[in-house]
């Protein structure tokens, strides 16, 4: 596609719940990084993969979060049991050649844990 | 320590002033640096890169000291549309860190 896309725009859950957030990455870039942030904060660093390979999970706050990226392409990231804490702007962004260089981002996810 | 660092402001300016924001990074290890811009609730948007000799581009001007370990963004003769968040962004080994953020707001 044009652009990195991320689904949905905007997610409402209960607490308890698990939710999964897409990511579709400009087609061709091989690296593929996820952040959360929150209002008023800069993007926090939660993991990356080049190809499918998860390099880097040292941001992700505990166990109830995890990512895939099985086929070096789309990503997913997995929130399980849902808490209020949750809740925040989840982004995704992609890298055309590698890790550490110029990241496109998507729009986002809102996610809001009732 | 937090790995990067920023002042979060907000700066208030006057348009056609000049304005700096600093950023320390903690990690002498480091490789790569750079300077992203971000709209009120719009995703961020790679303003410049930051190299070791200082680079312009056009009224910016990026610096890295790497002794200190802080890098500089500087605005001359700021705008009205240069209101926005200025995030400074870390390499380490791949994982690309940002800073929380500096908010700029030029008036007229």
């Known amino acids: 596609g044009a652009g990195v896309s991320q689904s949905p725009r905007y997610k409402v859950t209960k607490r308890g719940q698990d939710v999964a957030l897409r990511c579709d990455p400009i087609s061709g870039h091989v690296s593929l990084y996820w952040y959360r942030q929150a209002l008023g904060q800069g993007p926090e ?3 990356y993969f080049n190809y499918e390979a998860q390099q880097d999970k040292s941001g992700l706050p505990n166990d109830r979060f995890s990512a895939e990226r ?3 392409s789309i990503s ?3 929130i399980q049991r849902t808490e209020q804490r949750d809740s925040a702007m989840y982004r995704c962004a992609s890298t055309r050649d590698g890790p550490g260089e110029k990241l496109f981002f998507g729009s986002g996810t809102q996610l809001s844990v009732l | 320590r937090k790995e990067v660092e920023q002042d979060p402001g907000p700066f208030n300016v006057p348009e056609g002033a000049t304005v700096a924001f600093n950023c320390t990074y903690s990690n002498s290890a480091s490789q790569s640096f750079f300077w ?3 709209d009120c609730r719009k995703e961020p948007k ?7 000799s200082g680079n312009e581009d056009g009224r910016f001007t990026a610096q890295l000291n790497r002794a200190s370990q802080y890098i500089s963004l ?9 209101s926005a968040t200025y995030l400074c962004v ?3 080994g791949g994982k690309l860190i940002f800073g929380q953020g500096t908010e700029l707001s030029v008036k007229p």
Do not use: A, C, H, W
């Not at chain 2, 790679?46 to 070791?52: E, F, G, N, T």
């Not at chain 2, 500087?74 to 240069?82: F, P, Q, T, W």
């Open chain 2, 90 to 92: 870390v390499n380490e």
């Open chain 1, 45 to 47: 660093f939660l993991t």
């Open chain 2, 36 to 38: 992203y811009r971000q």
């Open chain 1, 70 to 72: 099985p086929e070096g």
């Open chain 1, 76 to 78: 997913t990231l997995t």
């Open chain 2, 74 to 82: 500087l605005i001359r003769d700021s705008k009205l549309s240069d």
């Open chain 2, 46 to 52: 790679l303003l410049m890169s930051v190299y070791s």
